[in-house]
């Protein structure tokens, strides 16, 4: 093994050595939209619309990803474009925190400047993420697909995790000289991160720009790109994986804003317990990644590693845990609401791991010429549809609390909704596959098409 690959495949040190990468832009996200977000609000008494407005223009630009996707599929390698875009990525999230003292002295300067950050970081997420994505895809074996999307995902958390155990202990007391201070050794340290994970590791795969010139696969990727998009689009398994996201993504992110608000209106819960009930989703959906990863891995040959079984599984008790917080609005104090979150987030973490390795396979399917553009579509519709759905969420429960009075029944319309989609979602999972066999199935994923969901 020589820096993490062995027979022109990532081993296991090499699929680290790429997590770091996600690490790192989980370092920089987390800055940018938590703690960002939360100056703000509280510290500039800003309307919690203009942060939210910000971050939803972050995930409205990863449509763009099937572009930047295209760019590394006619370069030929990954690499620039993920550095790239963790370089754009690092300069946003810096700029993003250093508007914040700005806005102090100028609310249109300051706005302005933050307009232009989150412009950059949606950029760098989509171009770094996606390309990350694309590498792996090409470079991991297909047995240790799922087992690889729960590596890189499970390093994101830890780059959360980390990143806001670090900005809490350092920022106080808070100024913004410090928080200045701490963005930038946040953002260069992240980027050195990215830079140091990926550095030659790619020059050690076989499926090298000098490979693909000698295939002759590199003349077929420089087509233009609307013709490009076009031909991907009119792949029957690929549009059908993407409406498939599209839709689980709008369930899946309709929660993220409602979830501790609804427990603290209906449930009466103190910040420090609705912190709890956030914590019992993040941990259920560890557990579910893990499962997932383990049987799609150690098991790749059972019926219990095809990973369409995984996500019609992750999304009909993603559905039921769903109508149990339905069940949960009604009744109120009394309700078990921590065990019914984590079996959301543990039905949730099972859906987005088995979707995610899938993604891998589908975008290899089509050959190498078509990996990055393949993976952008699905990558864009993830990245929309998790805006939409998280603005989406939060609206419908703004809404039908005025006009309602209650709490209940606002978060209850809202959850029930989200229970359709994830059970829409289920017969979308199933559908996928059933026209346009390929011949290179993989045995991680044992349907008679392959699949899979997600951007970095």
Same mark, same amino acid.
């Given at each position: 093994?020589?820096? /993490?690959?062995?027979?022109?495949?990532? #081993?296991?040190?090499?699929?680290?050595?790429?997590?770091?990468?996600?690490?790192?832009?989980?370092?920089?996200?987390?800055?940018?939209? @938590?703690?960002?977000?939360?100056?703000?609000?509280?510290?500039?008494?800003?309307?919690?619309?203009?942060?939210?407005?910000?971050?939803?223009?972050?995930?409205?630009?990863?449509?763009?990803?099937?572009?930047?996707?295209?760019?590394?599929? =006619?370069?030929?390698?990954? *690499? $620039?474009?993920?550095?790239?875009?963790?370089?754009?990525?690092?300069?946003?999230?810096?700029?993003? !925190?250093?508007?914040? $003292?700005?806005?102090?002295?100028?609310?249109?300067?300051?706005?302005?400047?933050?307009?232009?950050?989150?412009?950059?970081?949606?950029? +760098?997420?989509?171009?770094?993420?996606?390309?990350?994505? =694309?590498?792996?895809?090409?470079?991991?074996?297909?047995?240790?697909?799922?087992?690889?999307?729960?590596?890189?995902?499970?390093?994101?958390?830890?780059?959360?995790?980390?990143?806001?155990?670090?900005?809490?202990?350092?920022?106080?007391?808070?100024? $913004?000289?410090?928080?200045?201070?701490?963005?930038?050794?946040?953002?260069?340290?992240?980027?050195?991160?990215?830079?140091?994970?990926?550095?030659?590791?790619?020059?050690?795969?076989?499926?090298?720009?000098?490979?693909?010139?000698?295939?002759?696969?590199?003349?077929?990727?420089?087509?233009?790109?609307?013709?490009?998009?076009?031909?991907?689009?009119?792949?029957?398994? &690929?549009?059908?994986?993407?409406?498939?996201?599209?839709? #689980?993504?709008? !369930?899946? @992110?309709?929660?993220?804003?409602?979830?501790?608000?609804?427990?603290?209106?209906?449930?009466?819960?103190?910040?420090?317990?609705?912190?709890?009930?956030?914590?019992?989703?993040?941990?259920?959906?560890?557990?579910?990644?893990?499962?997932?990863?383990?049987?799609? *891995?150690?098991?790749?040959?059972?019926?219990?590693?095809?990973?369409?079984?995984?996500?019609?599984? +992750?999304?009909?008790?993603?559905?039921? !845990?769903?109508?149990?917080?339905? !069940?949960? &609005?009604?009744?109120?104090? +009394?309700?078990?609401?921590?065990?019914?979150?984590?079996?959301? +987030?543990?039905?949730?973490?099972?859906?987005?791991?088995?979707?995610?390795?899938?993604?891998?396979?589908?975008?290899?399917?089509?050959?190498?010429?078509?990996?990055?553009?393949?993976?952008?579509?699905?990558?864009?519709?993830?990245?929309? &549809?998790?805006?939409?759905?998280?603005?989406?969420?939060?609206?419908?429960?703004?809404?039908?609390?005025?006009?309602? /009075?209650? $709490?209940?029944?606002?978060?209850?319309?809202?959850?029930?909704?989200?229970?359709?989609?994830?059970?829409?979602?289920?017969?979308?999972?199933? @559908?996928?596959?059933?026209?346009?066999?390929?011949?290179?199935?993989?045995?991680?994923? #044992?349907? #008679?098409?392959?699949? /899979?969901?997600? /951007?970095?």
């Amino acid at each position: 093994m020589t820096l /993490g690959t062995t027979q022109g495949h990532l #081993s296991w040190f090499g699929i680290v050595r790429l997590g770091l990468v996600q690490t790192a832009l989980g370092a920089i996200v987390v800055l940018s939209t @938590s703690t960002v977000n939360r100056l703000m609000i509280v510290e500039l008494a800003l309307p919690a619309l203009v942060p939210g407005l910000l971050v939803t223009w972050h995930y409205a630009l990863q449509i763009l990803r099937p572009r930047w996707g295209h760019g590394s599929d =006619v370069g030929g390698r990954r *690499t $620039p474009w993920i550095l790239g875009g963790m370089a754009v990525l690092a300069l946003g999230g810096f700029c993003a !925190a250093f508007s914040v $003292p700005v806005m102090a002295s100028s609310h249109l300067i300051g706005l302005g400047l933050a307009a232009i950050a989150f412009t950059l970081i949606g950029a +760098g997420v989509g171009a770094g993420g996606t390309t990350l994505l =694309v590498l792996l895809a090409e470079s991991v074996p297909r047995e240790r697909r799922a087992a690889a999307a729960t590596i890189v995902w499970i390093m994101m958390i830890a780059g959360f995790v980390i990143t806001a155990g670090i900005i809490g202990h350092t920022l106080a007391p808070y100024s $913004p000289d410090r928080l200045v201070m701490v963005a930038a050794i946040v953002c260069a340290g992240a980027f050195a991160l990215a830079l140091v994970a990926v550095t030659g590791l790619e020059n050690k795969l076989t499926r090298t720009q000098e490979a693909k010139v000698a295939s002759g696969e590199a003349a077929h990727n420089k087509q233009d790109f609307k013709a490009a998009l076009k031909e991907v689009w009119q792949d029957d398994s &690929a549009r059908r994986f993407a409406i498939f996201v599209f839709v #689980s993504m709008l !369930a899946y @992110s309709a929660q993220e804003l409602v979830l501790e608000p609804f427990a603290a209106l209906v449930f009466g819960m103190p910040p420090n317990e609705t912190a709890l009930i956030a914590g019992a989703q993040h941990g259920g959906a560890l557990a579910g990644m893990i499962l997932v990863g383990v049987f799609a *891995t150690f098991w790749s040959r059972s019926k219990l590693s095809a990973l369409r079984n995984w996500i019609v599984a +992750g999304c009909l008790g993603s559905a039921l !845990a769903v109508i149990g917080l339905v !069940a949960a &609005a009604r009744i109120g104090i +009394g309700f078990p609401l921590r065990p019914m979150v984590f079996a959301l +987030g543990f039905a949730n973490g099972i859906y987005a791991v088995a979707a995610i390795g899938s993604m891998f396979t589908l975008a290899e399917s089509a050959g190498r010429a078509r990996e990055g553009i393949r993976m952008g579509l699905f990558g864009a519709a993830q990245g929309v &549809a998790f805006g939409i759905g998280g603005m989406g969420g939060s609206s419908l429960s703004d809404l039908m609390r005025y006009l309602t /009075g209650a $709490p209940d029944l606002a978060y209850g319309l809202v959850f029930t909704a989200e229970a359709v989609l994830f059970i829409i979602s289920a017969g979308l999972a199933l @559908s996928i596959g059933r026209r346009g066999v390929s011949q290179t199935a993989s045995p991680a994923f #044992s349907m #008679s098409h392959k699949a /899979g969901v997600h /951007g970095g």
